[in-house]
């Protein structure tokens, strides 16, 4: 049996698979040497950052040497690299931990942040988009209009200091914009790392009222930020799908209006997925402003953290795993996208 015939009787999704695979090795590669270059950049000694202005030559020297800053920056990316590949990312300079441990313990307050955000954005966006075109000049057609227009102008930062304003010190509906949970309730114990999860299987309601109102204000940062975009490729694939010759023959058949739109919506998946796929590596990049805001103690915190004091380990560590995550997104993406449109042959 030849190998082409062998490959066409493996299921579809597994080809694609293994098609996309090979290609992310070498990305990976050169992610971790453009960050690792990128990183020693930045200004600022972190010997001199850990000793203070006050230390002598001598000590700075010798806390180079410890750290491994003294050699040349291939011999540097050398050691570097062979950490990675073990598994060892370094140790922070900020906080002395391995940084694949802080990376884990952070990772989770980020995702799911990021996982709620990117469910309520498609929401949103796809029920607007749709709404707009199925009914010409409603409601949800200016709103779309006018809300498509102002989304890419507004900073999410500034949503967010507003939303503080209004829902928590003015209103006083929302919780109060400091962490994960309130520091009165214990968190649940550890299953997923999403907090709301975990209190449900813990079955511990108090937790999960309060993880969620904590939810709320970065959630809906992320989303009014980033809903907009969604909403007006959405709106415009759909309603060339919504225009079409076989929408209108399958009006003509008598088709109910809630089986059209079903109809139409899942032909116009294949643009609306990659968006999705973008905006969800888009929220990891996002995510950097809104914990700061809200100090949320995920992995953007801790990458402002690195950048402030120099940690360069922390630093190449969180653009790692950033770039393994959107790598791992995208991947998804060329999968769903072609399961989406059987013309694509693999």
């Known amino acids: ?48 950052l850990m000793l203070g202005n006050m230390a002598t030559p001598e000590s700075i020297a010798n806390l180079r040497e410890q750290l491994g800053l003294d050699g040349s920056l291939w011999q540097q990316f050398v050691h570097y690299l062979g ?5 060892d990312l370094g140790v922070s300079l900020f906080t002395s931990n391995p940084v694949a441990v802080d990376l884990m313990e952070r990772a989770p307050a980020t995702l ?6 990117m469910i ?29 227009m102002a989304a890419g102008a507004i ?44 209190a449900v299987i813990a ?24 809903a907009g975009a969604l909403m ?9 799908i919504w225009r079409s010759d076989f929408i209108r023959h399958q009006r003509a058949s008598g088709l109910s209006q809630t089986r059209i739109v079903r109809n139409a919506l899942r032909n116009s998946l294949p643009p609306v997925i990659t968006l999705v ?27 402002v953290q690195a950048v402030t004091y120099s940690d360069y380990p922390a630093l190449q560590g969180f653009v790692l795993v950033a770039a393994v995550f959107i790598l791992v997104v995208y991947l998804i993406v060329d999968i769903l996208y072609e399961l989406a449109d059987p013309r694509i042959q693999v």
């Open 1 to 48: 049996m030849s190998f082409s015939t062998t490959w066409r009787r493996l299921p579809r999704t597994l080809r694609i698979v293994l098609t996309r695979l090979p290609m992310v090795v070498p990305q990976m590669l050169g992610v971790i040497f453009v960050t690792f270059m990128l990183v020693r950049l930045l200004p600022g000694d972190p010997a001199l």
């Open 83 to 87: 950490g990675v590949l073990q598994g």
């Open 112 to 117: 799911e942040l990021i996982f709620y955000a």
């Open 120 to 148: 309520l954005t498609i929401l949103i966006a796809v029920a607007v988009a749709v709404l707009a075109v199925v009914r010409p000049g409603g409601i949800a057609d200016y709103i779309s209009r006018f809300y498509g």
């Open 155 to 198: 900073p999410d930062f500034w949503v967010g200091l507003l939303l503080i304003f209004f829902l928590f010190s003015t209103l006083g509906i929302a919780a109060a914009p400091f962490g994960r949970i309130d520091p009165m309730v214990s968190p649940p114990p550890a299953v997923t790392g999403f907090y709301t999860f975990d």
């Open 203 to 226: 079955g511990d309601f108090a937790a999960l009222k309060s993880a969620a109102g904590r939810l709320l204000l970065p959630v809906l940062t992320l989303t009014i930020v980033n």
């Open 232 to 240: 007006k490729m959405t709106k415009t694939t759909f309603a060339e």
């Open 277 to 303: 796929g973008f905006l969800i590596g888009f929220l990891l990049g996002a995510a950097v402003l809104v914990e700061t805001i809200f100090s949320w103690g995920g992995l953007g915190q801790y990458a």
